[in-house]
């Protein structure tokens, strides 16, 4: 069956410390894209790519750092500027211009 | 500045006690508004996408309604397994490329 994988589900960073989250589709969807998520505040946008070796800053890319070496994969990785990474972090994926998304599990990560 | 607002922000409910949850939004045009279901820990799953005022669809014991400045989410004989937080988002043309802008979301506990 088609859709997102991301890994790993849960993710400790120390202090100082630079994460990559893994991301891979596929949709064959040209378009994907990181979202941050926190309690009691809507997804924000922190990267999107709408195709390989592409990808533009959304508005919370402060911090964090893409690539798009492939259509398949989109890793994510937060670096050690961004002050507060403790979040549920999300990657979705379209097709451009199309209405909607198809999301994946989700990386928990927590700074300790 | 583009809004989506949800509300209420929880909503406990009896089993078969209906409701609906408001997305209210106020953007330089609307090219489509989106509703998602989110389980705890996951990633949101897609219900439904609304493209001009009038609109309704219905899947299940939910329906979705659109107006020139808020969307509907109407619940009808609600059970636990609908126990979930729901997400808005809509795009606009000036984002024909993909990105959604999200509310913050309603969390709903079906209680039997």
């Known amino acids: 069956d088609g859709g997102i994988t991301q890994s790993p589900k849960y993710l400790f960073r120390k202090e100082g410390q630079n994460v990559t989250l893994s991301c891979e589709q596929n949709l064959n969807h040209d378009a994907m894209y990181w979202y941050r998520q926190d309690p009691g505040q809507g997804l924000r946008l922190i990267y999107y790519?709408?195709?390989?070796?592409?990808?533009q800053k959304g508005d919370i890319a402060e911090g964090y750092s893409v690539s798009r070496e492939k259509k398949e994969s989109f890793p994510l990785t937060v670096t050690s500027a961004q002050k507060n990474p403790t979040a549920f972090y999300l990657c979705?994926?379209?097709?451009?211009?199309?209405?909607?998304?198809?999301f994946g599990s989700g990386t928990r990560l927590t700074v300790v | 500045e583009d809004q989506v607002t949800q509300s209420p922000e929880a909503l406990r409910l009896q089993e078969g006690e209906s409701s609906s949850l408001n997305c209210s939004y106020t953007?330089?045009?609307?090219?489509?508004l989106f509703w998602y279901r989110q389980d705890p820990g996951k990633g949101p799953e897609f219900l439904f996408t609304?493209?001009?005022a009038g609109e309704e669809k219905e899947k299940e014991r939910l329906k979705a309604t659109l107006t020139k400045k808020e969307s509907f989410l109407h619940i009808t004989a609600p059970k636990p397994e609908d126990s979930a937080t729901y997400l808005c988002?809509?795009?606009?043309?000036?984002?024909?490329?993909?990105?959604?802008?999200f509310g913050a979301g309603t969390q709903v506990v079906v209680t039997p």
């Open positions: 953007v330089s045009g609307l090219r489509g």
């Open positions: 988002a809509v795009q606009t043309p000036t984002d024909s490329w993909g990105k959604l802008q």
């Open positions: 790519s709408q195709i390989v070796n592409d990808f």
């Open positions: 979705a994926s379209s097709i451009p211009g199309s209405y909607g998304y198809t």
């Open positions: 609304l493209y001009s």
